[in-house]
């Protein structure tokens, strides 16, 4: 079953803030992001594993709450450069079956 | 290192007809897998395999064939083509030794049109 992720879509300027949500109705074993860009081939972001663990990769973090099932990530200081579609997979079982959501699509204006 | 390869970049095919995607990646991976994208539905597993001779079925696998012969090539086969199989299809590999390791390197994709 697909996670959703919250919200669609998110317009910002250049150098706000953003969170974006995924959330599973199963107990989860890690979860990955990755961005899109138009055309282009999804790019990996990062893998939290169960634990809670918080994440950084430049200016983009992501926590991982095992108990409420739900990974966040957090845009911050958004650059022209993150505008794109962000992508949550989730894993039930260490068992390489990855269910993506829908999306959320990023735009980062001047 | 090329990284990973899809081939045709872009497909047309007739209802009925039988086609397949190459995909390749010359990263030693053990890990490949296929997905179907389709607008508003975000990426959808049709097969994957963990190495060599071992593949298995996603979430959407029926009217897809897969197999894996050597650790490179991970070709995947539309016995019918049917309308609904329109969309762009995007092959990945990763590693699968320690899940932190399990980064997905993503082809370039093929898009496919099923009149």
């Known amino acids: 079953q697909q996670p959703v992720q919250s919200p669609q879509a998110v317009i910002l300027r250049e150098g706000e803030d953003a969170v974006i949500n995924c959330s599973s109705s199963?107990?989860?074993?890690?979860v990955h992001w990755y961005r899109q860009k138009h055309g282009e081939a999804p790019v990996f972001l990062m893998i939290l594993l169960k634990g809670g663990e918080q994440k950084g990769h430049d200016k983009i973090s992501a926590s991982f709450n095992e108990k409420k099932q739900q990974s966040s990530l957090y845009l911050t200081a958004s650059q022209l450069s993150y505008s794109g579609t962000y992508f949550c997979g989730t894993e039930v079982g260490n068992d390489y079956k990855l269910s993506f959501g829908a999306g959320t699509t990023v735009t980062v204006r001047a | 290192n090329a990284g990973v390869t899809q081939t045709p970049k872009f497909q047309v095919l007739k209802t009925g007809q039988s086609m397949t995607l190459q995909c390749a990646q010359d990263?030693?991976?053990?890990?490949m897998s296929w997905y179907r994208q389709d607008p508003g539905m975000g990426l959808r597993l049709i097969h994957y395999s963990v190495g060599a001779g071992i593949t298995d079925q996603g979430e959407v696998p029926n009217g897809y064939n897969v197999s894996r012969s050597t650790t490179e090539d991970f070709p995947l086969r539309l016995l019918s083509a049917a309308p609904s199989q329109t969309s762009v299809y995007f092959c990945a590999s990763s590693r699968i030794t320690g899940v932190e390791n399990n980064e997905q390197f993503f082809g370039p994709g093929t898009r496919l049109t099923v009149l």
């Open positions: 199963k107990a989860l074993y890690s």
């Open positions: 990263m030693n991976h053990e890990y």
